[in-house]
């Protein structure tokens, strides 16, 4: 069955450092982008970062950018997200998000679903 997996969440100090990975199994995510999510009680689910096919042009949240590096590696079905310096506000449960983003015309031959999203992983900032 085709599906997410996060993983590299954990707790750290104000100022560390922590790199979430996401695997696709079950499908390829090379006519997907890739996205990070993050959310925390009583809030909407928050785009964090988000990076095309090719991996042109990523985009970042005001609120992470500078901080937050975004990658993905097609061969290996993957993506990347690495967070240096955190800070107690970047506390969440973050989760891995894959959108078809092929060509309308060949969307159906080369997407199996529209989105797929993993099943989250926590990271806590604290001292």
């Known amino acids: 069955q085709a599906h997410l997996v996060e993983s590299g969440g954990g707790l750290v100090q104000p100022g560390g450092s922590l790199t979430l990975s996401c695997a696709a199994t079950?499908?390829?995510?090379?006519?997907?982008?890739m996205n990070w999510y993050r959310q925390v009680p009583v809030r909407e689910r928050e785009l964090v970062a988000a990076?095309?096919?090719?991996?042109?042009?990523?985009h970042y949240a005001d609120s992470v950018r500078d901080r937050f590096i975004i990658s993905r590696d097609n061969a290996k079905n993957s993506a990347t997200l690495q967070m240096d310096p955190l800070k107690p506000e970047d506390t969440a449960v973050y989760y891995c998000?894959?959108?078809?983003?092929?060509?309308?015309?060949?969307?159906?031959?080369?997407?199996?679903?529209?989105?797929?999203w993993g099943q989250g992983t926590q990271v806590t900032v604290s001292s």
């Open positions: 998000h894959a959108t078809c983003a092929a060509p309308p015309h060949i969307a159906p031959a080369v997407c199996s679903e529209f989105e797929y």
């Open positions: 079950g499908f390829t995510v090379d006519s997907y982008a």
């Open positions: 990076i095309m096919r090719t991996g042109d042009e990523p």
